[in-house]
């Protein structure tokens, strides 16, 4: 499975927030877009279900323009995900539906390593949450710095957000410029080429599984639509 723009593969998953009452959690529920790494929906309750998240889904699908049949979400094999409240949603919106492999742990990488990169900031607080509004507004800040600020290494080194947005083509062809420019003026300075800024076009959701049939993206998500 793989996307060649945005809008076309999401990942999704929820992780516990520590709150102050020992044994409750507040849950964050987050919606990926693994082409472009942006964080497309959010949101923090505090009980984990099925329908909440298909408030979460309905949102982010209005707010991106979602179409039937456009977008494949994938998760793993939680109870909200395979909730029939969930399921009914998809089914509404015309959005395909990915679970992990059973037995496989790994099989939901990119909604796992952005948690990470979440909870290993040097902002992530050192106190538990007292109040649902204080996780709410720390996840807020915290959305929009990963959006629009970090420069993310997999996406070399644009944000989110440009990259959602279909600039990142420009950004990296004026980076790949002015680089070939300062090793055209200082040769001496560089052992080798310089950094690679060619842009990454294809993103599979299982690097390790890619699909050798020589298809496109929306080939393959055509075939998987009628065989569903």
């Known amino acids: 499975m793989s996307a060649d723009a945005p809008n076309l593969l999401y990942s999704w998953d929820i992780t516990y927030l520590p709150t102050t009452v020992r044994g409750q959690y507040f849950y964050l529920y987050l919606f990926l877009d693994v082409f472009s790494r942006k964080i497309v929906g959010w949101q923090v309750y505090a009980e984990e279900s099925s329908a909440l998240a298909s408030e979460v889904l309905r949102d982010l699908c209005a707010r991106e323009a979602i179409q039937p049949d456009q977008v494949i979400l994938h998760s793993d094999n939680g109870g909200p995900m395979k ?49 649902l509004f204080a996780a709410r507004t720390w996840v807020r ?27 990142d083509q420009d950004i990296l062809l004026r980076r790949a410029a002015l680089y070939e420019a300062a090793r055209q003026r200082h040769p001496l300075r560089w052992k080798g080429p310089t950094r690679n800024w060619q842009r990454v076009n294809v993103v599979h959701l299982n690097p ?18 009628k065989a569903a």
């Open 83 to 131: 909730g029939a409240t969930m399921l009914a949603t998809l089914q509404a919106l015309g959005v395909m539906p990915s679970l992990s492999r059973p037995g496989v742990s790994n099989d939901n990488p990119y909604s796992e390593s952005l948690f990470k990169t979440l909870k290993y900031r040097p902002a992530y607080p050192l106190k538990a949450f007292d109040t």
């Open 141 to 167: 800040e915290l959305v929009r710095w990963y959006n629009h600020d970090h420069r993310h290494s997999a996406i070399r080194f644009v944000t989110p957000a440009q990259r959602h947005a279909r600039l």
């Open 208 to 225: 390790d599984h890619i699909d050798t049939t020589g298809l496109t993206p929306q080939q393959r998500r055509s075939q998987e639509r």
